[in-house]
Nanobody, 127 residues
Framework: QVQLVESGGGLVQPGASLKLSCAASGQSVSDHTLGWFRQTPGKEREFVTSISSSGRTAEYADSVKDRFTISRLITKPMLYLQMNNLKPEDTAVYYC????????????????????WGRGTQVTVSS
């Protein structure tokens, strides 16, 4: 059973940057797509970005494209989310997630494809 632990959240002003990290343990994640999702109170969890096992292919939600960058280490089970030019609408709890299907032929954006989740880290963007 994999454990995912997010860190790096906090309170920042609009326009600022923040980098989230996710550490995986318990099983190998090297063959799996990893992703970031977020959720605000009263709303469903939404896709933010995901990255292939090789790190060469990524998907982004339109709302974060050109502002956020996902990356992962190949030698260590770490996932990152660099968030630039943050906006108040980016305020949410951010979750790291693991695609249940090893060797999936595409980089999924679908929440139902992700079987393992961290507890989340709060990001608040406010002046």
């Amino acid at each position: 059973q994999v454990q995912l632990v997010e860190s790096g959240g906090g309170l920042v002003q609009p326009g600022a940057s923040l980098k989230l990290s996710c550490a995986a343990s318990g099983q190998s994640v090297s063959d799996h797509t990893l992703g970031w999702f977020r959720q605000t109170p009263g709303k469903e969890r939404e896709f933010v970005t995901s990255i292939s096992s090789s790190g060469r292919t990524a998907e982004y939600a339109d709302s974060v494209k050109d502002r956020f960058t996902i990356s992962r280490l190949i030698t260590k089970p770490m996932l990152y989310l660099q968030m630039n030019n943050l906006k108040p609408e980016d305020t949410a709890v951010y979750y790291c997630a693991l695609d249940r299907d090893r060797y999936r032929s595409y980089v999924s954006r679908t929440e139902a494809d992700f079987a393992s989740w961290g507890r989340g880290t709060q990001v608040t963007v406010s002046s």
